[in-house]
C-alpha cells in the first residue's frame, strides 16, 4: 500500500511557473513507478509525466511538450512536476499516481493522491 499527498497547486497567469509535489509513504522500499496525470473538466484522466524511481528513468506521453520536468528526492520519497510557461488549457486537477510496475497510463495506476488543482488565467 502507497499513500500519495499532492501539494503545490494553486493559481498563475499565463506565462507564470508551478512546482508540483508529491510524497509518498507506505509500502516504498523497493523501487516503482511515479507520475503526474492531470483532468481538465468535461475530460478524461490523461497522463503528463512519469518517473521510475529505482533509476530515475522519464517518460512524458506528450513528447511535443517540453515545459514540464518530473523529477525526483528519492532519500525523501517525493516527486516533483516543474511547470514552466503555464498555459490556460493547462488548467485542471493534477493527480500523483504510483504502481510498483506501470503507470504510463490510467489504467495501470494502483494508487492516487487526492488531487491538487492548478487554474492558469489568461
Known amino acids: 500500500q502507497v499513500k500519495l499527498v499532492e501539494s503545490g497547486g494553486g493559481s498563475v497567469q499565463s506565462g507564470g511557473s508551478l512546482r508540483l509535489s508529491c510524497t509518498a509513504s507506505?509500502?516504498?522500499?523497493?523501487?516503482?513507478?511515479m507520475g503526474w496525470f492531470r483532468q481538465a473538466p468535461g475530460k478524461e484522466r490523461e497522463g503528463v509525466a512519469v518517473?521510475?524511481?529505482?533509476?530515475?528513468?522519464?517518460y512524458y506521453p506528450n513528447s511535443g511538450n517540453d515545459r514540464f520536468t518530473i523529477s525526483q528526492d528519492a532519500a525523501k520519497n517525493m516527486v516533483y512536476l516543474q511547470m514552466n510557461n503555464l498555459e490556460a488549457e493547462d488548467t485542471g486537477m493534477y493527480y500523483c499516481?504510483?504502481?510498483?510496475?506501470?503507470?504510463?497510463?490510467?489504467?495501470?495506476?494502483?494508487?492516487w493522491g487526492q488531487g491538487t488543482q492548478v487554474t492558469v488565467s489568461s
Open positions: 499516481a504510483a504502481d510498483h510496475s506501470q503507470c504510463t497510463v490510467v489504467e495501470d495506476v494502483t494508487w
Open positions: 507506505g509500502d516504498t522500499e523497493s523501487g516503482y513507478c
Open positions: 518517473i521510475w524511481t529505482s533509476g530515475g528513468i522519464t
